[in-house]
């Protein structure tokens, strides 16, 4: 049986994974799933085999954006600049893959030190934000959404 799924495995036995020199965490958001890898270096992030900011250059101001969001766990554990950043990431859009990148960044920073788990944990970033698109119900134009009354 999987450690993950153990209910009595040890706590070191759930940690995150260590591959190699880079230690390994999965998020997820919406369809969005990112496998990311830490390492010892100088703080480059490299998402698909390309810079993050050049990655996710569909917001309007991506590095403003990507300091501010994807490089929270680093802010809040005070490890800016001291891990490499390597991500795949396939299905969602920019924001579901941006965030999956989020909390497999900070899941990875765990396996690092056990430490940086309470901060992680009270900035909300261990926990993996489980709301998805509502399927259409028949008989509606969307989700919710019905056909424009007509009293006559």
């Given at each position: 049986?999987?450690?993950?799924?153990?209910?009595?495995?040890?706590?070191?036995?759930?940690?995150?994974?260590?591959?190699?020199?880079?230690?390994?965490?999965?998020?997820?958001?919406?369809?969005?799933?990112?496998?990311?890898?830490?390492?010892?270096?100088?703080?480059?992030?490299?998402?698909?085999?390309?810079?993050?900011?050049?990655?996710?250059?569909?917001f309007e101001d991506?590095?403003?954006?990507?300091?501010?969001?994807?490089?929270?766990?680093f802010y809040i554990?005070?490890?800016?600049?001291?891990?490499?950043?390597?991500?795949?990431?396939?299905?969602?859009?920019?924001?579901?893959?941006?965030?999956?990148?989020?909390?497999?960044?900070?899941?990875?920073?765990?396996?690092?030190?056990?430490?940086f788990k309470k901060?992680?944990?009270?900035?909300?970033?261990?926990?993996?934000?489980?709301?998805?698109?509502?399927?259409?119900?028949?008989?509606?134009?969307?989700?919710?959404?019905?056909?424009?009354?007509?009293?006559?």
């Amino acid at each position: 049986m999987s450690p993950l799924l153990d209910p009595v495995a040890t706590q070191e036995q759930r940690l995150p994974k260590k591959v190699g020199d880079a230690y390994h965490g999965v998020g997820r958001r919406k369809e969005a799933v990112a496998r990311v890898y830490i390492s010892e270096g100088s703080g480059r992030a490299t998402v698909n085999g390309r810079p993050a900011v050049q990655y996710f250059g569909a917001f309007e101001d991506a590095s403003e954006y990507l300091n501010r969001h994807l490089m929270t766990p680093f802010y809040i554990t005070g490890t800016v600049g001291r891990y490499d950043v390597r991500a795949r990431v396939r299905g969602g859009g920019p924001t579901g893959q941006l965030e999956a990148v989020r909390l497999g960044i900070a899941r990875a920073l765990v396996g690092v030190a056990t430490e940086f788990k309470k901060g992680l944990k009270d900035a909300g970033l261990l926990t993996r934000d489980a709301r998805v698109v509502e399927r259409k119900k028949y008989g509606r134009r969307k989700a919710r959404k019905k056909e424009q009354y007509s009293k006559r």
